[in-house]
């Protein structure tokens, strides 16, 4: 597993993160459509994931030993879209059909459709349980493939998302980690006012995870949160990241309604400048 790069390399993921921002926005505003505030909030995490942490290889997509990664909440899926365009698993000119009729981009990743897509998404409080049985199916095999699913904090209403944390820790899956991108705002409000999760450090200890709280957007962090997870033996692993829902964008951050909302060209034109300037 690669450690935590030079300075020099960490900055050059700030900058990739700063130019996928650009990227995202511009799906949504072409797109008339997406998910904006959800598909910021993960962005940092993503290209950490696809840039230094996961094994893969987009000319071999297949590979049975290669890491999987589950977007679970996938309704911010316009950011895997630019990571994975970025990464070389199709040309980033594809991603200006994104939720056109008949592309492979569609609004909810598919991984019928879209190269690198592992799982198909959306319906939330399914990933982690498909994670679970994918991690179990690498440790069965004994191979050496690694399993990550980011989920949302609000998708931890879910039942299911408990079961399948209960089922990971009993068949001891240290080969998979859940991030939850704890960005505290869900579809109609925020998220301790819907379904308060505090103390969630301490609730995912009890299932027997190994836990970590990070901040989200600090790249640093992030890497040296994921190399750790090599340390915790056979416990999965937790990475709990705090986020900001639209990080980046000033009119966004932190805005319940950005959850839903669609760029106009007002908006588009402020946050290119806002980006571009950072």
């Not at 960490?10 to 990227?23: F, I, K, N, P, Y």
């Not at 109609?188 to 190994?210: C, N």
């Not at 986020?243 to 106009?264: I, N």
Request: glycine letters at 10%; proline letters at 4%.
């Amino acid at each position: 597993m690669a450690g935590i790069p030079a300075a020099q390399a960490v900055e050059g993921l700030r900058a990739l993160s700063r130019q996928m921002r650009e990227d995202v926005f511009t799906i949504a505003y072409r797109a008339k459509s997406g998910h904006l505030g959800s598909a910021f909030s993960v962005i940092d995490l993503l290209v950490c994931l696809y840039f230094h942490h996961l094994r893969l290889k987009p000319e071999k997509p297949d590979d049975p030993d290669r890491d999987r990664f589950i977007l679970s909440k996938g309704h911010g899926c316009s950011a895997l879209y630019a990571v994975l365009a970025e990464r070389g698993f199709f040309p980033k000119d594809d991603l200006a059909t994104c939720t056109k009729d008949g592309n492979r981009f569609p609004g909810h990743p598919s991984s019928t459709l879209t190269p690198g897509v592992e799982a198909s998404t959306g319906s939330l409080g399914h990933g982690l349980g498909v994670g679970v049985g994918m991690a179990l199916a690498a440790k069965l095999d004994e191979r050496p493939s690694r399993t990550v699913v980011m989920v949302s904090d609000g998708e931890c209403d879910e039942g299911s998302t408990w079961e399948a944390m209960l089922a990971a820790s009993h068949w001891k899956l240290g080969g998979l980690t859940c991030i939850i991108d704890y960005n505290k705002i869900q579809s109609f409000g925020r998220v301790s006012e819907i379904m308060e999760l505090e103390p969630f450090a301490d609730k995912w200890r009890a299932f027997g995870w190994h836990v970590q709280e990070i901040d989200g957007h600090d790249h640093e962090q992030i890497l040296a949160s994921l190399a750790a997870t090599s340390l915790a033996g056979s416990r999965p692993h937790a990475i709990i990241a705090h986020t900001v829902k639209g990080k980046g964008v000033s009119f966004m951050e932190d805005a319940v309604g950005w959850h839903y909302w669609t760029p106009q060209e007002e908006h588009y034109k402020q946050a290119m400048a806002e980006l571009r300037s950072c």
